[in-house]
């Protein structure tokens, strides 16, 4: 069974860092693309970040610059680090992964299919 649980979040000023973390079970993060998505409350979940399975990243425009997706092998962690945070990338942040390669995934991480999910966690951005 493919477990996804995301931690992290919080509260912090605008201009702070955040570095969310995704432990998995079930399966390798080797074998899966895996991204990161949020979303506000009444609002479509937006896709941020992706890694693919030979170490390829994307990001979205929005966060491009200020966000780097990783992963830890050994600790099957997916990893957010978020810099120069802003009040608008407040939103419930969650991790997802799908066992294929992202290689052929539309640019817009938005639309990846994926397969697996968390449950999120708040992250809060105040000014």
């Known amino acids: 069974q493919v477990l996804l649980v995301e931690s992290g979040g919080g509260s912090v000023q605008a201009g702070g860092s955040l570095r969310l973390s995704c432990a998995a079970s079930?399966?390798?993060?080797?074998?899966?693309?895996m991204a990161w998505f949020r979303q506000v409350h009444g609002k479509q979940r937006e896709g941020v970040a992706g890694?693919?399975?030979?170490?390829?990243?994307t990001y979205s425009n929005s966060v491009k610059g200020r966000f780097t997706i990783s992963k830890d092998g050994g600790n099957n962690t997916l990893y957010l680090q978020m810099n120069n945070l802003k009040p608008e990338d407040t939103a419930v942040y969650y991790c997802?992964?799908?066992?294929?390669?992202?290689?052929?995934?539309?640019?817009?991480?938005?639309?990846?299919?994926?397969?697996?999910w968390g449950k999120g966690t708040l992250v809060t951005i105040f000014s």
């Open positions: 079930g399966f390798v993060y080797e074998k899966n693309c």
């Open positions: 890694l693919d399975i030979d170490g390829t990243t």
């Open positions: 997802a992964a799908e066992p294929l390669s992202c290689f052929r995934y539309p640019a817009d991480i938005s639309r990846w299919p994926m397969d697996y």
